[in-house]
């Protein structure tokens, strides 16, 4: 069965540091462009970050560009998501999907102190 | 960034008869290959969204045939021909063509 499942979601005081991890099965990992999408709490989705498939291009939004880093190990079938200087508006569920088909369940950040 | 605009942004249906959902974007989502990255998410409560339509008109693989996309340029219609209460919860329409990838506001569909 394909699918990509999050981790490293929790709460984190603002300014602080958060690496969530998206480990994917099932399928050719390094065949595919990965994507992180996020959804604050009733709010719409959000597309993050982007990653092609040796990790040598990568893309932002404006909202997180310079703050998070986006990176991919294809011997571990993992995705990362490198969240520094985090804010209260980036509190919300982050989703790891291949391409725009196959999502996960997401993780949720919540940014508090 | 390409604008996502959809309508209604409520949709009450009764059981059984049709809906439509319009999304409009921007800028005209036709990529250099002449494919139109334009999707079709549904998204239940508490769970991730889950894709129906792609590139306009294809439906992904176990979506009922009871939902089709179409339009072309920087107009498209997701259409039920029969809503089901399995069908609540909230329509997207994404465009792929231009990065970054939009999403529209979301349309909320609910049973009368």
């Known amino acids: 069965e394909m699918q990509v499942v999050e981790s490293g979601g929790g709460l984190v005081q603002p300014g602080g540091s958060l690496r969530l991890s998206c480990a994917a099965s099932?399928?050719?990992?390094?065949?595919?462009?990965m994507y992180w999408v996020r959804q604050a709490p009733g709010k719409g989705l959000v597309w993050v970050s982007r990653?092609?498939?040796?990790?040598?291009?990568?893309s932002y939004a404006d909202s997180v560009k310079g703050r998070f880093t986006i990176s991919r190990d294809n011997a571990k079938n993992t995705l990362y998501l490198q969240m520094n200087s985090l804010r209260a508006d980036d509190t919300a569920v982050y989703y790891c999907?291949?391409?725009?088909?196959?999502w996960g369940r997401g993780t949720l950040v919540t940014v508090s102190s | 960034d390409v604008v996502m605009t959809q309508s209604p942004l409520s949709l009450p249906v009764t059981l059984g008869q049709p809906a439509s959902i319009s999304c409009r974007s921007s800028?005209?989502?036709?990529?250099?290959?002449?494919?139109?990255?334009l999707n079709w998410f549904h998204q239940r409560p508490g769970q991730s969204p889950r894709r129906l339509i792609y590139?306009?008109?294809n439906r992904d693989s176990g979506v009922p045939d009871r939902f089709s996309g179409s339009g072309s340029g920087t107009d498209f219609t997701l259409k039920i021909s029969r809503v089901e209460a399995e069908d609540v919860g909230v329509y997207y329409c994404?465009?792929?063509?231009?990065?970054?990838?939009?999403f529209g506001q979301g349309t909320r569909l609910e049973i009368k």
């Open positions: 999907t291949r391409g725009v088909d196959l």
């Open positions: 099932g399928f050719s990992f390094s065949d595919f462009w």
């Open positions: 990653i092609n498939t040796d990790g040598t291009t990568t």
């Open positions: 800028q005209s989502l036709v990529y250099s290959d002449g494919n139109t990255f």
């Open positions: 590139t306009v008109s």
């Open positions: 994404m465009q792929g063509t231009h990065w970054p990838f939009t």
